[in-house]
């Protein structure tokens, strides 16, 4: 069976997680996206909630399936987001931003009562760092907090490390987050002590925010061929 088969059966199965009257973060990529469009279904079908998206894409996404939208700054609580995640481990910590949108996902998942993973098998890793490592940094001096980022890497035991500026399709021009920063993609191979990672990076002058995601998600649900499995901390 497909992946897409995977992430819209871990889609369907978050929708369980969500009532009426809740206000509901909107999370970003392809998972998340198959989410928002099962959500719009049930608004069309008399669910009345809230939704505040993570990124520019999913808000329009979410406006498109009618759904009704506001900034998180005009909320008072989130009960519950839905997102997905580049990589899961057993301890449910995550890799994030493949889509460049982590900065603002992380501020939805924190501000959350409850995060919700969804997200197809390949994502789930014994350990962390297959996937490179995006870390969204100021475009001020980005070479110099790049150098930096390298060293907090192999700090942490990350002997084969890379970093690199991740840039628009054509290859050119660098690519701009949302709130207009850069992304550096951390290759890593494999991470063996997350936390402490994730204390050195955020130590650096010049990172914004990166994509491990450390004690945020509670839930975490997997799509699998005929359904999917859904795991609880």
């Not at 997680?17 to 998340?32: C, E, F, I, K, N």
């Amino acid at each position: 069976m497909s992946a897409a088969v995977q992430k819209a059966n871990a889609a369907a199965a978050a929708l369980e997680y969500v009532s009426d009257g809740m206000t509901v973060g909107l999370g970003s990529g392809s998972t998340a996206e198959v989410f928002v469009q099962l959500l719009g279904e049930q608004v069309r079908d008399g669910l009345n909630i809230i939704g505040v998206p993570t990124s520019e894409q999913t808000a329009k996404l979410a406006k498109d399936s009618g759904i009704t939208l506001k900034p998180i700054d005009h909320v008072d609580r989130i009960q519950v987001t839905v997102d997905g995640a580049d990589e899961v481990d057993g301890r449910f910590q995550l890799v994030k931003g493949g889509g460049g949108c982590l900065l603002r996902e992380k501020i939805i998942a924190h501000a959350s009562d409850l995060l919700v993973v969804i997200v197809d098998e390949t994502k789930l890793k014994a350990q962390l760092g297959a996937f490179p490592l995006p870390v969204e940094v100021d475009p001020f001096a980005f070479t110099i907090t790049a150098k930096k980022i390298y060293d907090a890497l192999r700090a942490s035991g990350i002997a084969h490390a890379d970093v690199n500026l991740r840039r628009r399709g054509d290859g050119l021009e660098p690519f701009l987050t949302d709130g207009g920063h850069y992304i550096l993609d951390c290759s890593c191979g494999a991470i063996p002590d997350a936390p402490a990672l994730a204390d050195r990076l955020l130590r650096i002058p010049g990172v914004v925010e990166h994509g491990l995601f450390i004690g945020l998600a509670r839930v975490v649900i997997v799509g699998e061929d005929h359904g999917a499995r859904v795991m609880e901390l």
